[in-house]
């Protein structure tokens, strides 16, 4: 559905009779958007893309560590809504027992047995979500050993909305499918008297009751998801047996559970790993559904639970699910290209929406981060993970749910100020690239409320800048040189350099915020702050450096190295060094010009990389470069300031085809996703431009992937990228034309396009080294504002 506002917006409170009524309509726009051969974009959207790790060693580089799996991949391929509160997704990765993944990832494409599946949502990871269910046949055990099943990956299937697989331990099929605020889940189960459906907590625990027959619901003690920590799930059958089970009480923190406490018969239990199983006689092909909602009561959770899923209607839920996906995918249109290709695009494209989660619609309660329960005064939704898709798929979201964006911003404001700063992440502020970005694009909003918090978080020192004291007094963060080998992994260090660059890209957009808003002294003090990237450049080498305390620069020091925390942020040098999307013009005079920028560029991009530590997120590398971590991601587009756009074309083909779904399965991303933050990079990129500074207006051009695609944006008007004669060999830029009339800049603006525009680009197999290479054709900077 469209609400009355122009912006896409899931059918949320309304019950599945309304989501009937409106599936028609939704399948006959799916069927006006087909694609060659009647294929449509949900039909390319496969949610298992992103799951696998890579597996060619010249991208993975030196990752991963002994005993560790790739850092690679990451993403789920549970069934959920585009921003979904809820997602119901499977869980292969037993994260009680290990951290394999740095963050609680509960699928990895490679894993072989299944554990079980989860029907909650999680604010980062789905691995967050509980209770965890599990259908076994015989035997079973308590958690975190659970029975683990093994599955076929012949018959694991994944579609926006749906999830599918055979547990072949088990011969059981499950199938998974979700709507706003619920899951679904069906079982079928062969003949057997020891049917059984285990549904329990992790190990933090909480209290589960089984409520008559049909019923299992309770109340987590540690609830991280977006939608409460109470939670009912309600079987489809009578259960025949049931009891409860957790960790015997006391500090038995020995392997497993310990003494298990399994009370057979028992309604009610809590403690750590509180569970309960219900079990049930089937015959073969019987199935059993489960579906489940949560709340910030149980009320709440049940009401939920009815409005969304009244009654069993699996295929007639997942068929909604799909109408929705369908929806939304269909406004981005693209022809050309290899299969493949279109399959990455839009399977990237589906991952992209992953955040941030809507938590409550208007009207709706939910507990805010003080954990008080309120009703939502609008759409209200999860924090946006700045330092990852704060650089790239907010501007996704601007081009294409502004309605969105709007409640995402009150969202973000109301939790600044129930806080009383603007939320930021790891060591950067970067709200301000969310909310310029969108005034930029003429998005509406109170912007000068936003900017009061976004000021104090630049000029409060017990705000979230957690060194601002430093970095205002002298301009520049310092770093403390471990008393042990330096080389990575090293975890505790400020990564003052790189915290450096990242406060001073804030700055520069807080500075244009300021003068948006008429205040000059602001605008000042921000510009001036904004520079402060060169502090930390040594020129006597050319990189960005850390620095002691008394402002000596560390030495040693290998920009080849991927120091983590010390100096740079999950970095090397070489990949920090172009962490100033702001003023790429000020960063080339500050290494003396285009000739030895381009030359420094190369190298980046051919020197082999072969460090001595190793750095856990540098994967999908080419050269020094990393497209698996945030860091670098923009540099593959710096040439379009330095009169080389014809590079930026090449590398941009390259990195689209070597670094995603290059592995056996086709599944494989560089990197993990940090919820739509790698995933939004392709799909921009493939259309043929990236956003490289998020807070201003401007896309630089790459090289378009496909013949024609058609974006319709938020505001109804459509965008239009059509390369003629592209092809795998013909990644070059001719000539292009706007709306007619030609275009010889390597960018263009957002004023360009709000009203439409088609952009028309001949593509060719050598480089046209004239096409937006003249110094006066580069995109806008800090050092040469337009």
């Known amino acids: 559905m469209t609400d009355d506002r122009g912006g896409a917006r899931a059918p949320g409170r309304a019950g599945l009779g309304k989501r009937a009524a409106i599936l028609p309509l939704m399948l006959a726009a799916s069927a006006a958007t087909a694609q060659t051969g009647g294929i449509t974009p949900v039909d390319l959207a496969d949610p298992l893309v992103g799951t696998a790790p890579l597996d060619d ?123 706003r605020w619920a899951s679904l889940m069906r079982f079928t189960f062969p003949e057997s008297r020891r049917a059984h459906v285990i549904v329990n907590f992790p190990r933090h625990g909480g209290t589960v009751e089984i409520v008559g027959d049909r019923m299992i619901r309770g109340r987590s003690n540690e609830s991280r998801g977006v939608d409460g920590a109470w939670f009912v799930a309600e079987f489809s059958k009578p259960f025949v047996k049931l009891g409860t089970f957790r960790k015997s009480p006391g500090d038995n923190e020995g392997w497993g559970i310990g003494n298990s406490d399994v009370q057979p018969g028992a309604c009610s239990l809590s403690g750590s790993y509180a569970g309960a199983y219900v079990d049930f006689a089937t015959a073969a092909g019987e199935q059993v559904l489960v579906k489940m909602a949560h709340g910030t009561s149980y009320e709440q959770a049940e009401q939920r639970l009815k409005a969304e899923i009244p009654g069993w209607d699996f295929d007639g839920v997942r068929a909604a699910a799909r109408g929705e996906w369908a929806q939304l995918l269909n406004r981005v249109r693209v022809t050309g290209g290899s299969e493949k290709q279109r399959k990455l695009f839009y399977s990237t494209l589906f991952q992209s929406f992953a955040s941030p989660r809507l938590i409550a619609a208007k009207g709706e309660k939910f507990a805010d981060t003080n954990g008080k329960v309120q009703v939502a005064a609008h759409d209200r939704y999860s924090p946006v993970p700045f330092w990852d898709t704060g650089r790239n798929q907010i501007v996704l979201l601007e081009l294409m749910e502004p309605e969105a964006v709007k409640n995402i911003m009150a969202s973000e404001l109301d939790m600044a100020r129930e806080k009383g700063y603007m939320n930021t992440s790891f060591h950067g502020d970067n709200a301000v690239f969310l909310y310029l970005g969108a005034w930029e694009r003429g998005i509406e909003f109170d912007y000068e409320a936003a900017y009061d918090y976004l000021r104090r978080n630049a000029t409060d020192p017990k705000g979230p800048r957690g060194y601002l004291a430093e970095y205002m007094k002298r301009g520049w963060i310092s770093d403390i040189v471990p008393d042990h080998n330096p080389s990575p992994p090293y975890a505790g260090g400020k990564a003052g350099a790189a915290t450096t660059l990242e406060y001073a890209w804030d700055d520069y957009a807080l500075a244009l915020f300021a003068k948006k808003l008429g205040k000059d002294a602001d605008y000042r003090m921000f510009l001036k702050r904004a520079g402060n990237y060169a502090n930390v450049f040594d020129k006597s080498i050319g990189f960005v450096r850390g620095r002691t305390d008394d402002g000596q620069w560390i030495a040693p020091f290998d920009p080849a190295e991927p120091y983590y925390n010390f100096m740079m942020k999950e970095a090397s040098g070489w990949s920090t060094l172009w962490l100033v999307p702001h003023d790429v013009q000020g960063l080339i005079e500050l290494m003396g010009g285009r000739d030895a920028f381009n030359a420094r560029l190369d190298q980046f991009f051919t020197r082999p990389y072969n460090p001595t530590g190793i750095c856990r997120d540098c994967t999908g590398v080419i050269g020094q470069y990393v497209q698996g971590n945030q860091p670098d991601q923009q540099a593959p587009y710096y040439y379009n300031w330095s009169g080389q756009p014809w590079k930026t074309q090449a590398l941009v083909r390259r990195i689209l085809a070597e670094t995603y779904g290059s592995d056996a399965s086709g599944y494989g991303y560089p990197g993990m996703d940090d919820q739509g ?110």
Do not use: C
């Open 677 to 786: 933050a790698t995933s939004s990079w392709y799909a921009l990129s493939a259309l043929g431009f990236y956003p490289v500074d998020p807070s201003s207006q401007h896309y630089i051009i790459g090289s378009p992937l496909f013949d024609d695609a058609s974006l319709d944006m938020g505001n109804g008007k459509t965008l239009r990228i059509v390369a003629k004669n592209n092809s795998a060999a013909n990644v070059y830029i001719q000539s292009a034309t706007l709306n007619g009339r030609p275009w010889t800049r390597p960018w263009f603006s957002h004023d360009d396009i709000k009203d439409g525009a088609t952009f028309v680009f001949t593509m060719g197999p050598r480089p046209n080294k004239s096409w937006g290479a003249a110094p006066d054709a580069a995109p806008p900077s800090m050092s040469r504002r337009r």
């Open 57 to 179: 060693p010249a991208v993975i580089g030196n990752a991963p560590p002994p005993g560790e799996p790739v850092y690679s991949g990451q993403t789920s391929p549970g069934a959920r809504l585009p921003h979904g509160s809820v997602e119901a997704a499977p869980v292969n990765n037993n994260i009680e027992l290990q951290y394999p993944n740095g963050v609680p990832v509960p699928y990895y494409y490679t894993n072989p047995t299944m554990i079980g599946f989860t029907g909650g949502g999680g604010p980062t990871y789905g691995g967050n979500a509980e209770p965890i269910v599990m259908p076994v046949v015989g035997d079973w055990s308590p958690p975190p050993a659970y029975s683990q099943s093994y599955y076929d990956k012949a018959r694991e299937k994944a579609a926006p909305g749906y999830y599918s697989v055979f547990l072949d331990s088990f011969r059981t099929r499950a199938e998974l499918t979700a709507t």
